[in-house]
């Protein structure tokens, strides 16, 4: 994809971000009161970690990390 170093990073840290921002609303919601939405957005992260090899340019990869972020704090919420 031939990406620098600055972009690299943002790709890396979309990926937090997302994982920080959703990781207190799942939280709060926890796992048990939201079973389902937390199956569904579980499953979710698994396409989106196949779709990081997919991803075919900067923003598709970002976008693709992002999406996966905020998906995986369901799963293991604090």
Do not use: H
């Amino acid at each position: 994809m031939n990406l620098d170093d600055t972009q690299k990073g943002a790709i890396f840290s979309a990926f937090t971000l997302a994982y920080a921002l959703f990781e207190i609303p799942t939280g709060w919601l926890g796992t048990r009161s939201v079973p389902a939405a937390c199956c569904c957005a579980w499953c979710c992260g698994v396409v989106f970690t196949a779709a990081t090899g997919w991803a075919w340019n900067y923003v598709s990869m970002l976008v693709t990390r992002f999406l996966f972020g905020a998906a995986r704090p369901a799963a293991f919420p604090t």
